[in-house]
């Protein structure tokens, strides 16, 4: 492999993901590239595991989110061991489906069907309870080779730190939007009732408790509305 060239090309990709203005454009740019720069992927998906549930965030074709149903429903697999960080791995590889695996010894035969000949998962990143993979795809069995492993795996760092800045600015837009919109609210309540802007703020909060309401709903509410949404009047019997 040429790493001076493979260099290149992650700084130029580490440049791109840091370029998209979305959670969803940096998945969607992180599989891409694992088709783009590591030898013999034809595939490539993130998943997030909650429990043991999953849930594809990108795929670049069907047979991948097809992988993370089929694996979901056995409970077992490849991705699916590397987001639960099972035997505190990292990477976990199958290089070939037509074998029989004794680590995943119904997922291998099933995956075959779907069209994978060997496959690698990566680790790629934990919050809470909610732990993502990198998932690498090749229809051939024997693709994958050490050298497609480390690059995967410089891949999926570069990834991993695009994904949390993604999300943190994502999570920071949101912040500064809610932040927006309950100033508003309480504006809206301090003309219409003329009354200061902590008892305005206590206004909403009163309002969000005892609806069981999120605080920046109800502002939300009020904005729209322009005034505190009546309470909801009890149903005759």
């Known amino acids: 492999m040429d790493w001076e060239r ?3 090309q ?3 990709m580490a440049h791109d993901l840091l370029e998209q203005d979305s959670v969803v454009g940096t998945l969607e740019r992180i599989v891409r590239s694992a088709t783009e720069l590591v030898h013999g992927c034809d595939a490539a998906g993130i998943l997030l595991m909650d429990g043991g549930r999953v849930r594809t965030l990108a795929a670049t074709e069907p047979m991948v989110d097809a992988s993370d149903r089929l694996q979901e429903r056995l409970q077992e697999g490849p991705c699916f061991d590397a987001a639960r960080l099972r035997d ?9 489906m037509t074998v029989l695996q004794q680590r995943w010894p119904a997922y291998a035969p099933s995956a075959r069907e779907l069209g994978i000949g060997s496959m690698m998962g990566f680790l790629l990143f934990t919050e809470n309870e909610n732990l993502g993979a990198l998932n690498l795809y090749s229809r051939l069995p024997g693709r994958f080779t050490e050298t497609s492993e480390t690059a995967a795996w410089v891949l999926a760092s570069h990834a991993a730190v695009a994904l949390s800045s993604a ?7 949101e912040s500064v939007a809610t932040r927006h919109v309950i100033g508003e609210a309480m504006g809206i309540l301090m003309a219409g009732h003329h009354i200061a802007e902590d008892t305005a703020f206590n206004m909403l909060r009163r309002h969000s408790q005892d609806r069981n309401v999120k605080l920046r709903e ?10 505190l949404p009546r309470p909801e009047q009890p149903s005759r019997q």
Do not use: C, D
């Open 6 to 8: 493979f260099a290149r």
């Open 167 to 173: 999300r943190s600015h994502a999570q920071m837009t």
């Open 218 to 227: 109800v502002a939300r509410e009020v904005v729209e509305l322009g005034a």
């Open 88 to 96: 505190g791995e990292r990477v976990y590889r199958i290089e070939n």
């Open 10 to 12: 992650m700084a130029t």
